[in-house]
């Protein structure tokens, strides 16, 4: 190195800036943790799986509506013929009792409705409480305890009657994912909100939020450059375990027979409609409960490890 080249030519470019450093331990965390590793494994397999059930129905050369009424035992009532549910290579888990339709892609398919409305219904979640939050922290104290009211009652306020009537009363002719999305993200952003003012009120007296106001910073200037990355971690492990929360309000509401409607499928309607067969093909309860088991076990171990790798304490 020459007199005339600066000091930190040779260090690395994220030297200096200790975000690409805070990344990297993140993941070194988080690759070390069993319970991460097994739970992000299992739900992104889950969520390709579901991503690529058109492919996967096409391999095994079933679709998702269509009736076998010959693999079904009329003598019984339509219980599936042949052993765990009719399970065969043709039919990989076996067909549904009363209709004969593939199980295995019915389960593909009920994933994709199950999947996307926790998912959609969570980032709605997020949207609409770091909006309150924010303005709640940053507003004066009439507007905090405005905001910071509304957003008790959205909490407290008994979320799965609410949406039990207004599903009820919607006409079937609505699109039941896009609405079930709507309803259950607009009624569950209580604690976002909650989590959202709390950290905003501890953020606005560190002294980098102080010198942007004393630079001339409006408040949403303050809210997107100084607030908003320091809400990142606390909001993502909390939408992180909003996720499984959101999926068995879903299965909740199918199973309900207020959510999903036939022949679209979801698991909770699955298994709604597995009650009166569980006894005599139990299959029909195994397949739809241990996806739905198995899906909510692994976002809720990767969401977990997250927290407790974003903040240790």
Known sequence: MTALEPADALDPPDALDPAPLRARSLWHRLARDPAFVAGAAIAVLMTV????????????????????????????GGVP??????????????VEPGTGRDLFVRVLYGARVSLGVSVAATVLQVLIG??????????????????????????????????????AIVPDSWPRPLLLTLVIGFLGWGGTARITRGETVSLRT????????LAGAGRARVAR????????APVLAY?????????????????????????????????SSAT????????????????????????????????RALDPR
């Open 49 to 76: 799986a579901a991503l690529a059930a058109p492919l996967l129905a096409a391999w095994e050369g079933q679709d998702a509506t269509t009736f076998h009424d010959d693999l079904l035992d009329s003598d019984r």
């Open 81 to 94: 013929l042949g052993p765990l549910g009719g399970l065969d290579g043709t039919h990989w888990l076996g």
């Open 130 to 167: 770091l909006t309150v939050g924010l303005a709640a922290g940053l507003g004066g104290r009439f507007a905090d305890a405005v905001l910071g009211r509304v957003a008790d009652l959205a909490i407290a306020f008994p979320h799965l009657v609410l949406a039990v009537a207004l599903l």
């Open 206 to 213: 560190r002294d980098y939020v102080a010198a942007a106001r």
């Open 225 to 232: 450059r100084e607030i908003l990355p320091g809400l990142a």
């Open 239 to 271: 939408a992180a375990l909003l996720v499984p929360q959101n999926m068995i309000s879903e299965a909740a509401l199918s199973f309900l027979g207020v959510g999903v409607r036939p022949p679209t499928a979801s698991w909770g309607q699955m298994l």
């Open 276 to 307: 009166t067969w569980f006894r005599s093909d139990p299959m029909y309860v195994i397949v739809p409960g241990g996806m739905l088991f198995l899906t909510l076990l692994s976002f809720t171990l990767a969401a977990t490890s997250l927290r």
